[in-house]
């Protein structure tokens, strides 16, 4: 049990030094309002060694299924060593967001939208130095109309991607057409998303929250463990 409970405080560790998947994908539609996905995974390998022989169980655990934003789903996931579950949220008016700690908003302004986002390595380590190099995090916006002015990656001329890079502030700004236009592609483009979260689509979220959530339910099972263990051998 000793040595089960290392493990466990070694994942705790580990979770809070990354091993975090966070994929954001927003789709923006020409009627002001966006839908959306997001993955959010934890690695395999550190599930278990907080005690689960199947990953998925620490979501229930977790309890990030209870906080969805209302209106939006989740459906399990598992991916690349990864398991944790792709929240839908269903199309919201994009009023209703803003940008925040780890956020992306979207404002319309005429025939054009205009996106602003900013997540910085202070926010991390304002909850107890967190290291994000364990960190995969993706942002991905889909605009109905062709991409004028962007920072990040365009995937097709409607959609931009930005990546989180450890030791870089990630500013995020792009500006694109609200009426409708084909999206084409563009020459070598390479989408960091891996597949299953290519096909469906955020609105804006807390990053820094979300982790901070999830360190503290880490946290409280860690706790948990340790008091049963200690009634056990009493």
């Known amino acids: 049990m000793k040595l089960r409970l290392v493990l466990v405080s070694i994942a705790l560790g580990a979770l809070l030094s990354g091993c975090v998947r966070l994929h954001f994908t927003m789709d923006v539609t020409e009627s002001d309002t966006a839908s959306a996905t997001i993955v959010m995974a934890l690695q395999d390998d550190v599930a ?3 005690g689960y022989d199947d990953p998925a169980d620490a979501w229930q655990d977790f309890g990030i299924a209870d906080e969805l934003p209302e209106g939006s789903t989740s459906e399990p996931y598992s991916a690349d060593g990864y398991t944790g579950i792709t929240v839908l949220v269903p199309a919201t008016a994009i009023e209703e967001f803003e940008g925040s700690s780890g956020g992306v908003s979207v404002t319309r302004e005429g025939d054009t939208f205009v996106a602003h986002g900013e997540l910085t390595d202070d926010e991390f380590a304002e909850f107890g130095g967190t290291n994000a190099s364990g960190l995969d995090i993706v942002y991905t916006i889909a605009f109905p109309g062709a991409v004028t002015d962007h920072n990040g990656t365009l995937l097709d001329t409607n959609t931009v991607q930005w990546t989180f890079t450890q030791g870089e502030d990630l500013i995020m700004d792009a500006t694109a057409g609200a009426i409708v236009t084909d999206p084409e592609p563009v020459p070598g483009a390479h989408d960091a998303r891996e597949p299953a979260a290519r096909s ?18 880490a946290a409280l099972i860690v706790t948990s463990k340790k008091r049963g263990s200690r009634e056990t051998t009493a």
């Open 48 to 50: 278990v060694a907080l």
């Open 200 to 217: 469906n689509t955020i609105l804006w979220v807390s990053l820094a929250g979300f982790i901070i959530a999830l360190a503290g339910a």
